[in-house]
């Protein structure tokens, strides 16, 4: 069973700050996704990581995904007050037949940056 | 706005009933695909289907069933609806991309249908 972990679950940084999510997962996998969610509200696509070494920016938001050690990380740079949010990262195992089919979601981190 | 079409927003009802949550993928999308987001159980996947047929299924109870339409919607059936069952359930959609450019294969989560069980 295809297990994905992320940490921290909460954090609470100051504007300005940097800071990384990170996302680990159990078995084999070469794509991987990360969501935003506003409260109350549906998850945007932020990322989507499909091989080795895949690096994508936007904005303040990085994320990479290094599959030999089953691990991607969001990282936000100089964070301001409109990033809060909580970020899902979420795994479609090796064997699917391809296309997002069943995604396994890590239990989200709760970010709230504080002016 | 996603392009998924999710109703109703909100829905409460009593043990023991049974509902069903309507969603409209969005124009050119083939694969319909439904999550529940619980506070104990975070968001699991339940079923995906492809362009009418089912194609994948995760955590999805016996009580529950789904169906996507020639037109492409799907219906998700909840019956003998139990207070564990209250979530927020939500619809995505994605376009069956090639493996060359498979970020056509994100998802597009609709707004959602929150579920309460008294």
Redesign the interface.
Known sequence: ELKVEQNPLFLSMQEGKNYTIYCNYSTTSD?L?W?RQDPG?????LF?L?SNGAVKQEGRLMASLDTKARLSTLHITAAVHDLSATY?C?VEPAY?????????????THLIIQP | D?GVTQTPKHLITATGQRVTLRCSPRSGDL?V?WYQQSLDQ????LI?Y?NGEE??K?NILERFSAQQFPDLHSELNLSSLELGDSALY?C?S?R??D?AD??N????????TQLSVL
């Open positions: 794509r996704y969501y509200k549906s998850l945007e696509s989507v499909l899902f979420a699917s037949g391809g296309g997002a089919d069943g995604l396994t979601f890590g239990k989200g | 996603s694969s695909y975070g968001l699991q996947f995906q492809y194609r994948a995760g939500f995505a994605s069956e991309g493996r498979p970020t294969e994100k998802l597009f989560f609709g707004s959602g």
